[in-house]
C-alpha cells in the first residue's frame, strides 16, 4: 500500500520518488533467510539507535555479507552513521557502506577511516516530496565515484542511480564503478529483461 500511495513518476526530471521507506519482515528473518542461501546474498541492515549496534554486532554471523545503509532519505529516524568500525571484519566478503548523493567528501573520508573499502554510491535523493531516484542521481554520483576512486586505490565502487541502458552502464564504468546497481529500471520489465540478457 505504501507503494501504491506514495509511488510517483516525475516526467521533468525523468525519476521516480517515494516515500516507502524501510519496510522489511526484520533482522531476524534476514539472517534466517541468508543461513540458508549459498551465502552469496547481501542483507541491507540500517541501524536507528547507537544503543543497537553492539547488538546487532552480536545478533549476525560473522561472515554475513552486508550492506549499512546509512542514508535512506525515507526512514522515519536518521540512521546511525558513526560507530560502525566493528562491522568490519575479513570474513566478511561483503561489508558495503551505502551514501546518499549529497554526502560531503570529508564523509566519505570518515568511513574510509573507519575501514570500509566497499562503497555504494548512492541512495536516493532527498526532496520534500520524498527520495527520488534516476537519472537525477547521475551528476551527483559521478562526483562521489570520481573521488573515492583518485583518492583510494583499494576501494570498490557499486554505481547505480538512473541505469535503465548498457550506455548508462558505460558512463558509471567511466566514473570508474566496479559494480553496478538497478532498481527502478525493474519497474519496467522487458527493459530489465533486455539489458541484463546483454549483460
Avoid at 542514508?71 to 561489508?95: H, Y
Avoid at 574510509?112 to 547521475?138: A, D, V, W
Wanted: hydrophobic share 35%.
Amino acid at each position: 500500500m505504501q507503494i501504491l500511495k506514495t509511488l510517483r513518476y516525475s516526467v521533468e526530471k525523468q525519476a521516480w520518488i517515494n516515500k516507502i521507506g524501510l519496510r522489511n519482515k526484520g533482522l531476524d528473518w534476514a539472517i534466517d533467510q541468508y543461513k540458508q542461501s549459498d551465502r552469496e546474498q547481501i542483507i541491507s541492515i540500517a541501524i536507528m539507535e547507537k544503543n543497537d549496534i553492539h547488538k546487532i554486532l552480536q545478533k549476525i554471523p560473522e561472515n554475513m555479507n552486508i550492506e549499512l545503509n546509512v542514508s535512506c532519505p525515507n526512514a522515519e529516524k536518521q540512521m546511525i552513521n558513526q560507530g560502525l568500525t566493528d562491522f568490519v571484519n575479513n570474513k566478511r566478503k561483503w561489508c558495503i557502506i551505502k551514501v546518499s548523493p549529497t554526502t560531503s567528501l570529508r564523509t566519505l573520508d570518515n568511513y574510509y577511516k573507519q575501514g570500509f573499502r566497499q562503497f555504494h554510491c548512492s541512495n536516493t535523493l532527498p526532496t520534500p516530496q520524498g527520495g527520488m531516484s534516476g537519472k537525477e542521481l547521475i551528476p551527483y554520483n559521478e562526483k562521489l565515484i570520481k573521488y573515492l576512486k583518485k583518492n583510494y586505490d583499494d576501494i570498490q565502487v557499486i554505481g547505480g542511480g538512473g541505469i535503465q541502458t548498457k550506455q548508462d552502464i558505460e558512463v558509471y564504468k567511466k566514473f570508474g564503478a566496479d559494480h553496478f546497481a538497478m532498481s527502478t529500471l525493474f519497474f519496467c520489465p522487458y527493459r530489465a529483461y533486455k539489458l541484463l540478457n546483454h549483460l
